[in-house]
């Protein structure tokens, strides 16, 4: 049987902490919202803010709450054990789904939340958690509930899945966001992978 403390291995995660407080603070500021979102046509005017900041915007306290809460679960998970990638991944990841839906899906004039993010935060950690123990059923079986409820929120339309609702009966879930964010976390992976292969070969 797994233990809380062996999936909570150090101190608070100080970067994720941070995050999480500017999410709240835009969530209670609802006047924020407009100016911070991923806007197709602010973008085109160069409010390039919006790359970043549109990820910390949320549509209903639903949605907050699922997003921010799982957001800092995986911080805590993932900046003891990956430091490097979880400070790289919260400054780049953002730009990189953004620069996805911005070249590959015209059609999103909007977005917000921080799932797309999270997804690719998961699939990092569940690869990492695989690898160590190929026979361990947690990670991949955590993977397959996410994805599936991904899955089952786009089957309905995007409408939370029965359980997020958005304040806004326009948006729904942003399929592009949530494949560029796990594009990157496996860009990510193979990466680290090539890492420990060149640390490991035999110096002459």
């Known amino acids: 049987m797994r233990s809380l403390r062996s999936f909570l291995p150090g101190p608070p995660p100080w970067c994720f902490l941070a995050v999480s407080v500017v999410v ?3 969530q209670l500021t609802p006047a924020w919202r407009d100016a911070l979102l991923y806007d197709r046509p602010a973008l085109a005017r160069g409010e390039w803010w919006r790359i970043w900041t549109g990820h910390l915007v949320h549509f209903g306290w639903p949605h907050w ?6 957001f800092f679960i995986l911080g805590w998970l993932l900046e003891p054990r990956h430091p490097r990638f979880s400070y790289i991944a919260l400054a780049v990841m953002p730009a990189f789904i953004s620069a996805v ?3 590959c899906d015209p059609t999103m004039v909007i977005y917000g939340g921080l799932s797309a993010v999270n997804l690719g935060l998961l699939l ?7 690898q160590r123990n190929w026979t361990d059923w947690f990670w991949p079986a955590v993977l ?3 994805v599936g409820e991904v899955i089952f929120e786009i089957i309905q339309g995007g409408r939370g899945g029965g359980m997020i609702r958005f304040d806004d009966p326009g948006i729904h879930v942003a399929t ?19 890492g420990v292969s060149v640390r490991r070969l035999p110096s002459s």
Not at 183 to 193: D, G, K, P, Q, T
């Open 101 to 103: 839906l911005w070249w």
């Open 144 to 146: 397959a509930i996410y």
């Open 176 to 194: 592009s966001a949530h494949l560029a964010s796990a594009a990157y976390a496996l860009i990510a992976w193979v990466v680290s992978r090539r």
């Open 24 to 26: 709240l603070a835009i």
């Open 65 to 70: 709450v699922a997003d921010a809460g799982l």
């Open 124 to 130: 990092y950690l569940a690869a990492q958690g695989w």
